[in-house]
Nanobody
């Protein structure tokens, strides 16, 4: 089993920045990719960004390219999502997911483990 704990959400004005973190514990060696997803009220959970085991492969949703950056600290078993130039439409609960597959995947229903989520609210 793998446990994921997110932190770093909050309230920020449009144009501001936040950094989310996701600390993994347990059988972390079984994890290939880690990703960030978000879910706004009344909407389905959507892909935001993902990073592979080596940290050399990243993918982003078109809506966040150039504004968000995903990184991975292996010593701390932690993944970060740096979010800059935030917009009101970025408001959502952000979830960290871990995937045991050996290929990069972006569909939320294939991820094996999830954190509890952290709220991000961007005011206009």
């Amino acid at each position: 089993q793998v446990q994921l704990v997110e932190a770093g959400g909050g309230l920020v004005q449009a144009g501001g920045s936040l950094r989310l973190s996701c600390a993994a514990s347990g059988r972390t060696m079984s994890i290939y990719a880690m990703g960030w997803f978000r879910q706004a009220p009344g909407k389905e959970r959507e892909f935001v960004a993902a990073i592979d085991k080596s940290g050399g492969i990243t993918r982003y949703a078109d809506s966040v390219k150039g504004r968000f950056t995903i990184t991975r600290d292996y010593a701390k078993n932690t993944v970060y999502l740096q979010m800059n130039s935030l917009k009101p439409e970025d408001t959502a609960v952000y979830y960290c997911g871990a995937d045991k597959s050996t290929i990069m995947r972006i569909l939320p229903n294939v991820y094996d483990y999830w954190g509890q989520g952290t709220q991000v609210t961007v005011s206009s």
